[in-house]
């Protein structure tokens, strides 16, 4: 008899009594007024912290840099390397033009290994739509988003046979119309087949501007007009270079070497430890 009054007794006290008393305690409106009235005070401060995520950049109230200083920089880019060379390998324009496209989002060490064997077969726009497109794959798979570049460089190869005698063209708006190819890739092709005085802002050069001051912007497009604008015409042919090579070997993204940095007296960041 006691195992039967037992379940009985158990029944009445489930687990509904302290359900029902929760309840009220997550519906009451005034207090979930009170709680989104204080979140909402708190988020202008949060959204303060959050534009503030380029740290490493020059302080907006930092001085800006003179001619006179955007002179000795770059002077003392040239001198100490005059002739600054891109690091992607190439046998003519349009071989640079296909590893341009081939190098977004991927390392020029990683495309000229791939490039290599590529270019052995297949450096003109004829060649490499011969090659095909099933084939390039098989060249280029160890880059990124190899499939897509793939498409890309015959459809490239295509207009360029089609449209511009299979010749690269000397524009950036020509250059731009190509599939794969982007005003920095444009920049590049410009600048290093056919040495127009571009600049071409890529993840490195827009470190730099933006970090040492020389030329803030929020885009790439403003780094870029920010440095056409600044740098004097003499040492716009290598500027682009002298900027890339400054970031990929100097001005790192995560430790800057700044004891090794040639415009140290000279960079506006606030956090440079040299």
Not at 64 to 72: L, M
Not at 201 to 215: E, I, Q, S, Y
Request: hydrophobic share 40%; with cysteine.
């Amino acid at each position: 008899m006691a195992k039967i009054t037992r379940p009985q007794r158990a029944k009445p006290a489930p687990v509904r009594s302290p359900l029902k008393k929760a309840a009220p305690k997550a519906a009451p409106k005034s207090a979930l007024k009170a709680a989104s009235k204080r979140a909402a005070k708190k988020a202008p401060t949060a959204k303060l912290k959050s534009p503030a995520r380029p740290v490493k950049t020059a302080s907006k109230a930092a001085r800006p840099w003179t001619p006179a200083e955007i002179r000795e920089a770059f002077s003392r880019f040239a001198q100490a390397n005059p002739e600054p060379k891109g690091e992607l390998e190439h046998l003519n324009p349009y071989t640079l033009l296909v590893a341009v496209v081939l190098s977004a989002q991927a390392t020029d060490a990683g495309v000229n290994k791939a490039t290599r064997p590529l270019f052995a077969v297949a450096d003109t726009p004829q060649k490499m739509i011969a090659l095909g497109e099933d084939k390039l794959r098989d060249y280029i798979k160890t880059v990124g988003l190899y499939r897509t570049k793939a498409r890309n460089v015959i459809a490239l190869s295509q207009k360029l046979i089609s449209e511009f005698g299979g010749e690269v063209p000397r524009t950036r708006a020509e250059l731009e119309s190509l599939p794969g190819a982007g005003r920095k890739t444009a920049n590049v092709v410009l600048n290093m087949a056919f040495g127009e005085h571009t600049m071409a802002v890529d993840t490195h050069v827009f470190r730099v501007g933006n970090r040492t001051g020389l030329a803030p912007g929020k885009t790439p497009l403003e780094v870029e007009l920010g440095l056409e604008k600044a740098i004097p015409a003499e040492f716009m042919l290598h500027a682009h270079h002298w900027l890339i090579l400054h970031g990929r070997y100097t001005c790192l993204a995560r430790k800057p070497r700044c004891e090794l940095c040639l415009i140290k007296d000279l960079c506006r960041w606030p956090e440079k430890t040299a």
